[in-house]
């Protein structure tokens, strides 16, 4: 195992080890319920799944939430990190070892991710939510209709490459960091992510250790302001984890396959960014123009 896997696997583990004794000592002390409910469970299913094929699982949650009216609104950002928290390490773990993507570029992607949540949080913070949603909405229709006439064989596809070299690096290095700031604001970093990396000439299944693996390091650090705060739902953020943990195992050998017929794969992509645009600006829409960013408790 090369030394830039072994500090991959060594951030995750500090990382998800921190939010499991950190979730337990609070557990104990504040005396919080952890008995979910059936629905907490299959909702975490469900959306788990979903969110191991590449669509994401925080915006589904988020629905279900408002559509059976628990937990509090105040209470869902919190749910969902705290919730995903553990599943996500899973995610990480069973990609991560698949799926062999160049691990230099696999650790400079995580840790740039990593310090973009630290660093450009605060800057990204500041930016008003829509803006940055009808931006990102926006360039992934665009990146979705590339793809569209690359399936349908108007444009050469794009490569099968599972690493990148010279310009390529840096530029995913450097877009990881801004995808990592966003994440903190609430904008989801796996289309954004499929639609880069295949850009720059890599295989679209190379996207999925890359934006988890860098998803197991943000999800638990944003995780642990919550579990110091208590602004979340304990007993369905138990449900999550448990259905999350179950959705992601049932859904990777689906995506495994997927990977081995790279035109099935391309479209499988294609389907998620476009989905993602439409949810985007969907969102833009609906938000109030002068509405603040929600930020991570302190």
Excluded at 13 to 26: D, I, R
Excluded at 241 to 251: C, D, E, K, N, S
Aim: aromatic share 8%; hydrophobic share 55%.
């Amino acid at each position: 195992m090369s030394a830039a896997l072994v500090i991959v696997y060594a951030c995750l583990a500090a990382v998800e080890v921190a939010v499991v004794v950190a979730w337990v000592v609070a557990t104990r002390r504040h005396r919080w319920p952890v008995r979910p409910s059936s629905g907490d469970v299959v909702i975490g299913g469900v959306t788990s799944f979903l969110d191991t094929l590449g669509i994401g699982n925080y915006a589904q949650i988020t629905a279900l939430f408002k559509l059976r009216r628990h937990p509090p609104d105040e209470l869902i950002p919190g749910t969902l990190n705290v919730g995903n928290a553990v599943g996500i390490f899973f995610s990480a773990a069973l990609f991560i070892t698949t799926i062999q993507v160049e691990p230099t570029l696999l650790m400079a992607m995580v840790i740039s991710a990593g310090a973009g949540a630290w660093i450009g949080a605060g800057i990204v913070s500041r930016m008003r939510r829509r803006v940055i949603q009808v931006f990102m909405g926006v360039a992934l229709l665009l990146a979705a209709g590339f793809f569209t006439m690359t399936n349908l064989g108007v444009i050469p596809p794009t490569g099968s490459a599972m690493g990148l070299a010279g310009w390529r690096f840096a530029l995913a290095v450097v877009a990881n960091f801004v995808l990592g700031a966003f994440m903190c604001v609430g904008i989801g970093n796996y289309a954004p992510s499929m639609a880069l990396l295949a850009f720059l000439g890599m295989h679209p299944i190379a996207a999925y250790p890359i934006m988890i693996a860098s998803d197991g390091v943000l999800i638990p650090v944003a995780s642990l302001g919550f579990l110091r705060s208590g602004r979340f739902a304990p007993a369905v953020a138990v449900g999550l984890t448990l259905g999350g943990i179950v959705g992601t195992i049932a859904a990777f050998p689906l995506v495994k396959m997927l990977g081995d017929h790279l035109t099935l794969m391309r479209w499988v992509v294609t389907v998620v960014i476009a989905y993602a645009a439409i949810a985007m600006l969907r969102s833009a829409r609906a938000s109030q123009p002068d509405a603040p960013v929600p930020t991570v408790p302190e």
